[in-house]
């Protein structure tokens, strides 16, 4: 990685610095690995439950090295045409019909398909030369002149195959296109790659990244990013909600709430000019945090416990 780019990222309590005023309360170790990253120009293999900040870290670090992100968005199916370039194909045509005098002239006298053919080879692949290229996610990281932050998220919802196309991109930063060679990255990018552990990703891909496992906070880290993304709850009623959210996650739930869902609940309790937690108000807001029901019913029946224990009783 070309450090120069991202001089932001050279000191591990800088960058800890940095992302706690974007907003992001980073712990030591999400700080280190993002500092190995940038001093050994490798990708970041982000993995941990849905919610837990994955997503928000590649997206505050683009912010602290002021560079464009580019997101590829991962599903199944997605091909080399959706992530890497695909063809203008109606630029090409459009050009073919204005030109149509042109290959007449080039086509003018030719005897037979054989000589057609050959006289046209003779001009080169013209449509196949980069202003007819539209690039995708990761070729359009790769184009920028000052470096980016290109996010690939949830990497595990992809198809295996599509693992395979990523490997030249993270090994060497450059993509091969048949017609055209091989383009480098004007400037590294820094990667992170997503994964929310819905199935194993390959060794090879492995292998290219840096790996970081970003699991639930603890009551204190939890605390400390709801107060620097919700400033304006109340101490007390922040701590109250805290302690609920993690005492709520040790239920046998269908989906533990994450921490943007923690979020929301504090910024639903700020709307509602709330001081303190009771049971009318969490069973008026409890589906801001769970999001199935037989989770919101499974909660209700404890719900005295759940709040003698976010009253620290």
């Known amino acids: 990685m070309d450090t120069t780019l991202y001089p932001q990222l050279d000191d591990v309590n800088a960058i800890s610095t940095a992302f706690g005023e ?11 690995v993002v500092y190995l990253a940038a001093a050994l120009n490798k990708p970041i293999l982000v993995e941990g439950p849905p919610g837990v900040g ?18 590829l968005q991962c599903y199944e199916g997605l091909d080399e045409a959706k992530a890497l370039y695909e063809w203008k194909y109606g630029k090409q045509l459009l050009y073919t019909q204005i030109l149509k005098e042109q290959l007449g002239d080039i086509l003018g006298g030719a005897k037979g398909l054989k000589e057609s053919i050959q006289r046209l080879h003779s001009t080169g692949d013209v449509f196949y030369a980069k202003e ?18 290109l996010l690939i998220d949830e990497i595990d919802k992809a198809d295996f195959e599509f693992e395979s196309l990523l490997l030249e991109v993270l090994s060497d930063y450059q993509i091969s296109i048949p017609e055209i060679g091989t383009i480098q990255a004007r400037s590294k990018p820094m990667v992170f790659l997503t994964s929310n552990d819905t199935r194993d990703l390959s060794d090879a891909l492995k292998r290219r990244c840096l790996h970081l496992h970003i699991p639930f906070p603890s009551i204190e880290l939890e605390g400390r990013i709801v107060t620097a993304r919700v400033p ?13 959210v993690h005492a709520i996650r040790e239920l046998d739930l269908k989906k533990a709430p994450a921490i943007s869902e923690t979020l ?15 049971s009318g108000l969490v069973h008026d807001t409890l589906n801001v945090l769970l999001k ?6 499974e909660a209700e029946g404890q719900l005295g416990k759940l709040l003698k224990i976010a009253d620290g009783l």
Not at 54 to 71: F, S
Not at 266 to 274: I, Q
């Open 264 to 278: 929301d609940w504090a910024r639903s309790l700020v709307l509602l000019h709330a001081n303190q937690l009771d």
């Open 232 to 244: 304006e709850l109340e101490s007390q009623l922040s701590d109250q909600l805290v302690r609920f």
């Open 54 to 71: 994955k997503t928000e870290l590649a997206k505050t670090c683009a912010e602290v090295i002021a560079k464009p992100l580019v997101r």
């Open 22 to 32: 974007a907003g992001y309360i980073c712990t030591p170790r999400i700080a280190t």
């Open 292 to 297: 199935y029901e037989e989770d919101i019913v």
């Open 132 to 149: 007819f290229l539209e690039p995708r996610p990761l070729l359009r990281a790769m184009e920028q002149d000052d470096g980016a932050v």
